[in-house]
């Protein structure tokens, strides 16, 4: 194997590694769904804190949702679950569940429409 199959814009980090292989979150409050929001403008001189963490926290300035979290970091929901479940043990960020959830009529008919396309 090659150095460039292990490269992509960088070294490439395996996402178990930046969770140090925990696949679990304490509290299982990150649905796919859930809004994220900021309790603090940031990480600076907290323990254990990864670039991710930070990132995670720069994008929840506003309410945004695990899923967008997840796309805006580049990262796959699970990892992005277990960094979120760091951040809210710390106290820097704070999760609500959306008011309202779709139907499932709707998301049927939202799937038939993307199928369609």
């Not at 194997?1 to 930046?18: F, I, N, Q």
């Not at 930070?54 to 949702?65: F, G, K, Q």
């Not at 959306?98 to 049927?108: C, F, K, M, N």
Request: aromatic fraction near 4%; proline fraction near 6%; charge should be negative.
């Amino acid at each position: 194997m090659t150095d460039s199959e292990w490269l992509d814009d960088g070294p490439l980090v395996r996402p178990y590694a930046l969770v140090r292989g925990r696949t679990r979150v304490r509290n299982d409050v990150f649905d796919l769904v859930a809004f994220v929001v900021a309790l603090v403008d940031t990480l600076h001189g907290w323990m254990h804190v990864e670039p991710e963490h930070t990132r995670l926290l720069t994008l929840c300035r506003s309410p945004v949702s695990v899923s967008e979290l997840s796309a805006g970091v580049n990262l796959p929901i699970g990892v992005v679950r277990v960094l979120l479940g760091d951040l809210l043990d710390m106290g820097a960020i704070k999760v609500r569940e959306p008011v309202e959830r779709p139907s499932v009529q709707l998301i049927r008919e939202v799937l038939t429409g993307l199928r369609a396309l």
